[in-house]
Nanobody
Framework: QVQLVESGGGLVQAGGSLGLSCAAS????????MGWYRQAPGKQRELVST???????NYADSVKGRFVISRDNVMNTVYLQMNSLKPEDTAVYYC??????????????WGQGTQVTVSS
């Protein structure tokens, strides 16, 4: 089985920084995409950022210029550096992993979620 372990959540003041990490372990054949989603109370889960196997990155408009995603393919780890945090960034952040299991098949995995709270 594949496990995703998240760490780095916490409470910070607006304007501060926080780093999240997510390490994947288990039987992983091929990682296509790693990234982060978040969900605030009463809101839909939304994409924050992703990085593909080729190194291409994608960011939600709301975090562009503030968040930076990076990956370590050797350690199967994805990292999210969050800078200039705003109260609206408060949410549970979920690590996301998409792996290839067959030639034309993929499987998605989710981390347990880590709380990020930004005070004003």
């Amino acid at each position: 089985q594949v496990q995703l372990v998240e760490s780095g959540g916490g409470l910070v003041q607006a304007g501060g920084s926080l780093g999240l990490s997510c390490a994947a372990s288990g039987s992983i054949s091929r990682i296509n995409v790693m990234g982060w989603y978040r969900q605030a109370p009463g809101k839909q889960r939304e994409l924050v950022s992703t990085v593909t196997s080729g190194g291409s990155t994608n960011y939600a408009d709301s975090v562009k210029g503030r968040f930076v995603i990076s990956r370590d393919n050797v350690m199967n780890t994805v990292y999210l550096q969050m800078n200039s945090l705003k109260p609206e960034d408060t949410a549970v952040y979920y690590c996301f992993l998409r792996v290839g299991v067959l030639r034309d098949s993929t499987t998605d995995y989710w981390g347990q979620g880590t709380q990020v709270t930004v005070s004003s």
